[in-house]
């Protein structure tokens, strides 16, 4: 179990220096993990990692459950990219100060990478090959039906497997005995990748680990549809209904997201094995890690995607039958996260009997300050952090909400009034100004000094930034590209963000969260 500790949320696709491309890579966290003990804060909470298609920015639609999204390999750290080859992509990358398409940005980044595997594949020496080898090996329980996926999905030009032809798609051995061997340059390269992006990532890991500061990942609920999971499990999904959540304050007829259904009997008939191993190598990566959209487990709310009218329905329907589930698939979950920390994000439309169960089975859950309220209550009163359980983390918002300067923005004066009154700021504050820091600093030091054993709020909360990471239910360009708004370097010599960074130290050190 984790100490009382402090973090930061930031996805690792905002960390920002100054000689980047216009996207955080690997070994940005570098300097992320010496600026988060400069807080006095202890935790970095990640987004998923996971690969994505060169046109989907979201981390909850990803072609693998497993790999690690090459595009966050630092380029300037592996061998075969010369500087003037580096030089040209920084160059072409245009303005550091604007946002790169990601569009652009795969393209720089492949032609790198592109680089290192000639260079590998013609020079590499002998203990190099072993090296890789023996990260193949460690790994076959994913890597071999993710490095052929990849190979697949260039060969078909990016088609969905449901596309390939029918011997492929539903893996005949045949067609996938003759793909490994036609393919096998391709399936190489996608496998060195992987190589790459976990050697960087041991290297943070153990740079943090030396430093008392704790990496969290995000188990995210799903694979895309078009993914090596669901393509390599086909029975353990339902491909003719997909996922999505019912009507709630993001949405009033409820969310489609398009992610594949579990095929629940297929998961509980092998133990759910691809929980099982996702969580095994989530331990390989992280220190804690936050269990997306956890009532899912418990029920899963689909909806048929060929039928626009379809209400949806959640599966299993009975209540028990639900917790029976939820909790078979935590345990499992639990048996191999060893001492890597579980949080769930128990979030949206979420029974009461969920947060009990995960109560009972030692997990914390999510207080997100502007949602805990008496909802029965004359007013709906806020509920004053000082209430909320150990067993939790409390926080601002999440990478779905609003930055809380916008919040506070956009409340009217009676409800800044009762959170004032809930967190016991009454004639401290004034309530009628724009969200300035010294009223932040009361809000987060009496969110910090609540019994909950996390505080980990989004990094734009702690410094009373207004950009968002992303707006649920929408289609945007800004939404999963936010960057810091100016890089390390800058930070470590800026007067603004020095004075923030001691008044957020005070705040760890008076509420014992250092």
Do not use: C
Not at 159 to 169: G, N
């Amino acid at each position: 179990m984790l100490q009382r500790s402090a973090g930061i949320l930031i996805p690792l696709f905002s960390l920002r220096s100054a000689d980047d491309f216009g996207r955080g890579e690997i070994m940005q966290m570098k300097a992320m993990i010496d600026f988060t003990i400069s807080l006095g804060h202890r935790v970095i909470q990640l987004l998923p990692l996971d690969e994505t298609a060169p046109g989907e920015a979201s981390p909850y639609s990803a072609l693998t459950l497993f790999a690690l999204d090459p595009l966050y390999i630092s380029a300037a750290e592996i061998a075969g990219v010369g500087r003037m080859a580096l030089r040209r992509a920084r160059k072409n990358a245009g303005d550091p100060a604007r946002k790169i398409s990601r569009e652009r940005y795969v393209t720089l980044k492949k032609e790198l990478l592109e680089r290192a595997f000639e260079t590998f594949a013609s020079r590499a020496r002998a203990r190099e090959r072993r090296a890789l080898d023996d990260f193949i090996g460690e790994n076959a329980y994913w890597i071999h039906d993710y490095a052929l996926f990849r190979a697949l999905k260039d060969h078909f030009v990016f088609r969905s497997w449901e596309e390939w032809p029918d011997d492929l798609a539903r893996r005949e051995q045949s067609a996938i005995a003759s793909a490994r061997r036609d393919l096998a340059q391709s399936i190489h390269k996608y496998a060195y990748f992987q190589f790459l992006a976990h050697q960087q990532w041991k290297s943070i890991r153990d740079y943090a680990g030396e430093r008392g500061v704790y990496i969290g990942g995000d188990l995210a609920f799903s694979p895309g549809r078009d993914s090596d999971v669901v393509w390599a499990h086909q029975q353990s999904f339902d491909l003719t209904r997909s996922i999505g959540t019912p009507p709630d304050a993001f949405s009033e007829t409820g969310q489609r997201w398009g992610l594949p259904m579990p095929n629940w009997a297929a998961m509980r008939a092998d133990g759910f094995e691809i929980w099982r191993s996702r969580t095994r190598h989530a331990r390989t990566l992280y220190d804690l890690v936050r269990i997306d959209h956890v009532v899912g487990l418990y029920r899963t709310f689909s909806f048929g995607p060929a039928d626009p009218h379809d209400q949806g329905k959640f599966t299993p329907e009975d209540e028990a039958e639900q917790r029976a589930q939820g909790e078979a698939v935590i345990r499992a979950i639990k048996d191999e996260a060893g001492e890597m920390q579980l949080i769930a994000e128990d979030l949206g439309t979420v029974p009461p009997w969920v947060r009990k169960s995960l109560t009972d089975l030692g997990i914390p859950g999510y207080k997100v300050m502007q949602w805990e309220r008496d909802w029965n209550a004359p007013d709906q009163p806020f509920i004053n952090p000082a209430q909320y359980p150990e067993l939790s983390l409390a926080t601002t918002g999440t990478h779905d909400t609003e930055a809380l300067t916008l919040w506070w923005r956009d409340q009217p004066i009676e409800e800044r009034a009762r959170l004032a009154k809930a967190f016991n700021l009454d004639g401290r504050v004034n309530i009628r100004a724009p969200l300035g820091m010294p009223v932040l600093n009361e809000i987060l030091r009496t969110l910090y000094a609540a019994p909950s054993i996390l505080t980990v709020l989004p990094i734009q909360d702690l410094f009373g930034w207004t950009a968002r990471i992303n707006l649920p239910g929408s289609v945007s360009e800004s939404n999963w590209t936010y960057r810091l708004p100016i890089p390390f370097e800058r930070m470590a010599t800026s007067h603004a963000i020095q004075s923030r960074v001691h008044d957020l130290k005070e705040i760890a050190i008076g509420t014992k969260r250092i």
